[in-house]
Structures are given as C-alpha cells and as structure tokens.
C-alpha cells in the first residue's frame, strides 16, 4: 500500500532531484479531490521519458527495483540516446509500488506517450496543468476530464467507480457512454 504520507515523500524526494511528475490514477484523483477516499495499492505518475533512467537509478539508491514491464511498453530512446523503458512498475521492500508511465513534451508542452496506445492520443499542455494537494501539499495532476479519459476501454474495477463519481459530483465531468451506467446507479453492474 502506499499512504498519502509515502506519496508525499516520494514526490518531494523526485521533486528534489529535479524529476517533474503528475499524478494519475487513484492518487491523482485523490488529489483533485483533496482527500483521500481510499487506500491505495500504488501511486501511478506520468514522467518524462529523459528523467526515466536518472529517476530509477536514484530511487534504487532508496530500495526500489524492477517489478513489472507492462505489456504496452515501448522501448525508446532518451535524449541521451539510450533505451529505456516507458510502461512499468517499481516496488520496494516495504511493497509500496510506483506505476510508471514515460512521455516526451513537444514544442507546445503537450505530452506525447511513449507506451503503446490509441492513436493520437495526447496529453495537451492544458490536461498537464492541474493541480492536486495530497494531505495540502500542492501536486502536479491530469485535469479530472482526463482522468476519467484514462480510466475508459477497459472493465472498471469495482473499488474505481466511486472514484469517477466523485469527479463527475465535483467537477461535472461526463462521464463517458461506456460508464453512463454508474452515474444512474452508482454501481457497476
């Protein structure tokens, strides 16, 4: 599990070695919400794909190491020109696991993934300018309309839908015709 104390700790940790992150996911909704609705199993975070190598190296320094590759991962090359990996899970010994996503920025800030997905699927310099608070510290977030984008095209475990319907409740987002079902019923199924 990660609490919002460790999310916090590792954020400022990369904050202090100069590695932008955004929080997606649970946590990065949790942070649009400014609460914490649930326990986390991990803290999912876009990056970008320069930062991925210095990024694991730094936190293999405090414990964390290699756990999964996802199956969308592309390998690409960095600015350094090196490979490096753009879809995968770091953990450590105490189980708190990272869920890594790696993208580059062009030239108007938008952020183009380097994993395998839709094409022409962005994040747009304005769906990277939300900000979150994770127990009041400030952190960067997707917008919620994204977030509730990034949790389509696949079945919705149960303990996400409250999540989805709390940005819907707080920001009005609409949710997508595949969930119209959650917000009539609040459940899943």
């Known amino acids: 599990m ?29 942070a649009l919400l400014e609460k914490q609705s649930r326990t986390h199993k991990d803290l999912d975070m876009l990056m970008l794909l320069d930062d991925v190598r210095r990024m694991c ?10 756990k999964e590759i996802w199956s969308e991962n592309r390998w690409a090359i960095d600015g350094r020109g090196l490979q490096t990996l753009t879809a995968f899970v770091l953990i450590d010994a ?12 062009d030239e108007l800030g938008n952020g183009i993934p380097c994993w395998e997905t839709e094409p022409g699927f ?11 608070r994770i127990s009041g510290l400030p952190v960067r977030c997707i917008t919620p309309d994204k977030q509730v984008l990034c949790h389509t095209g696949y079945q919705l475990p149960e303990k996400q839908v ?28």
């Open 2 to 30: 990660v609490s919002a104390e460790d999310a916090i700790c590792i954020h400022r940790y990369l904050d202090t070695h100069a590695i932008m992150v955004w929080m997606v996911g649970g946590w990065g909704i949790d």
């Open 57 to 66: 190296a730094i936190l293999q320094d405090d414990g964390f190491m290699l």
């Open 94 to 105: 105490r189980g708190r696991e990272l869920d890594l996503h790696a993208m580059r920025l």
């Open 122 to 132: 962005i994040f747009t310099r304005e769906d990277l300018r939300a900000v979150g």
């Open 162 to 189: 409250p999540d989805l319907l709390q940005l819907q409740a707080k920001f009005g987002v609409e949710l997508p015709r595949e969930h119209s079902r959650l917000s009539s019923s609040g459940k899943s199924g």
